[in-house]
């Protein structure tokens, strides 16, 4: 399977941004409607099934129906775009590219539970330039272009986020996926913090735009896991990179923190 890459900047004016952006909304919300169409039934319903050979990698036929109804809005609409998600791959367009996840966390999202989320990115070559994340059961809509970012619970009139000024790393809540994917160095930063959280998935990077978590460490990370995630924490005031403190586009082993003090105190922690 071809994936993602890095390639020449698109250069998108501020008026057609804010039309990507309203789009990205609708793929978002109409991909909601399939996911809760399959959510909390008995796992025989949804089709589970394992992609992996050495590790448990559910999907399920809401993500697959999903991704495929999102595709075909994005063909319709934007014929020229290219289309990179997560089950069906990577399909080049003209330099811009749609990014999807169908489901982030569909372990949770399997079991009942609802750290999940459906993300949706525009990728211009270089980073994604607006993102939502939407949580359909309980209609929270997050999205944001990097330089603002907002919450709409409902439909309700959009709040601004705004990520925490706490710059004390012993008084943060830090959330990571797993203690045992940590090296023992990096189990041992986090455990420094006020309180670890586990799991979460898109969910924790969006409550770090909202201020209520101040770090998050996930390894592993596919471009459609945290591209629609940045332009929200960027808008928000945060600060996410690759653990080198690269671009973190193309996924890799991530560090989102709440504002950029604190976020080179985590880098010179962790590394």
């Not at 990115?121 to 330039?129: E, M, V, W």
């Not at 940045?230 to 600060?239: K, L, M, R, S, T």
Request: proline share 4%; net charge negative.
């Amino acid at each position: 399977m071809t994936s993602l890459r890095f390639s020449e900047k698109v250069l998108v004016e501020k008026a057609i941004l804010a039309e990507y952006l309203e789009f990205a909304k609708y793929l978002a919300v109409e991909a909601g409607d399939t996911a809760l169409n399959y959510f909390r039934v008995q796992q025989d319903e949804i089709g589970l099934a394992n992609k992996s050979l050495n590790a448990f990698d559910p999907v399920t036929k809401a993500d697959r129906e999903i991704e495929s109804k999102v595709r075909s809005l994005i063909s319709e609409r934007y014929p020229e775009h290219g289309i990179f998600g997560e089950e069906e791959g990577y399909l080049e367009g003209n330099g811009l590219t749609w990014v999807i996840d169908p489901i982030d966390g569909t372990r949770a999202y399997m079991s009942g539970l609802l750290h999940w989320g459906i993300l949706v990115a525009l990728f211009d070559g270089t980073r994604p330039i607006l993102g939502v994340m939407y949580q359909p059961y309980t209609s929270e809509l997050f999205f944001g272009d990097g330089n603002f970012s907002y919450i709409s619970v409902r439909g309700e009139k959009p709040k601004l986020l705004k990520s925490s000024p706490i710059k004390n790393f012993s008084d943060t809540i830090f959330a990571t996926d797993t203690l045992e994917v940590l090296s023992g160095h990096e189990r041992s930063v986090a455990e420094r913090s006020r309180l670890v959280r586990l799991g979460g998935d898109c969910y924790v990077f969006s409550m770090l735009a909202m201020g209520l978590i101040h770090v998050v460490f996930e390894k592993g990370l596919k471009p459609y896991d945290i591209q629609a995630l940045i332009p929200i924490i960027e808008g928000a005031g945060g600060v996410i990179t690759t653990l080198d403190g690269d671009n973190p586009s193309l996924g890799g082993s991530i560090i989102a923190t709440a504002n950029p003090e604190l976020h080179e105190d985590v880098l010179r922690r962790l590394t």
